[in-house]
């Protein structure tokens, strides 16, 4: 059965039937092991480069959303999205596709992660992305995503390169 997507004013729901496959538990679940109840399908969508690498979504989720986003039965795995993390923020604060990215000089909203960045970089400010990666346990990539986010909303800046330091916007300290 496919799963089915709701699409609501203030969340998006996403069911899926069935529990978790055979011989993973929920923490295994939440810490991205991967227990594909397709292989070959699997094996495929890897082959087409339809998915990064087995196993990094659900710890991709969680940058974002909390695991109580997640609810579990004997026949079912829902999980449920609040809009307002969906919606992205523009540089000035407002979401993108508002009106001209929305009121100037409003406040500007750091997510959980972002702010768990900002404090790692409060401690070491050469933080590499590998070291950053390495202390959030997600891959290099995400880690870069974090930090792109960090500079586009001004909150902090590189001097002096890959060899350099970040600097804090004196809003961010």
Do not use: C
């Not at 799963?3 to 923490?27: Q, V």
């Not at 979401?95 to 500007?108: Q, V």
């Amino acid at each position: 059965m496919p799963p089915k997507f709701e699409i609501f004013s203030d969340r998006i729901e996403i069911t899926s039937a069935g529990d978790l496959p055979e011989g993973l538990n929920e923490e295994e679940f939440f810490q991205g092991f991967s227990v594909p109840r397709t292989k070959e399908l699997m094996r495929i969508y890897k082959d087409l480069e339809l998915v990064e690498q087995l196993g990094s979504g659900i710890p991709r989720i969680l940058e974002y959303y909390s695991r109580s986003s997640f609810s579990f039965s004997d026949n079912f795995i829902r999980m449920v999205f609040p809009k307002s993390v969906v919606e992205v923020s523009s540089p000035m604060g407002g979401p993108i596709g508002g009106p001209m990215g929305g009121p100037m000089g409003g406040p500007i909203e750091l997510t959980a992660r972002q702010k768990e960045v900002l404090n790692l970089i409060k401690e070491d400010n050469q933080l590499s992305r590998r070291n950053l990666a390495r202390y959030l346990a997600i891959n290099v990539s995400a880690a870069q995503r974090h930090l792109e986010a960090l500079k586009e909303k001004g909150a902090i800046k590189r001097e002096g390169g890959t060899r350099g330091k970040w600097t804090i916007h004196p809003d961010f300290l």
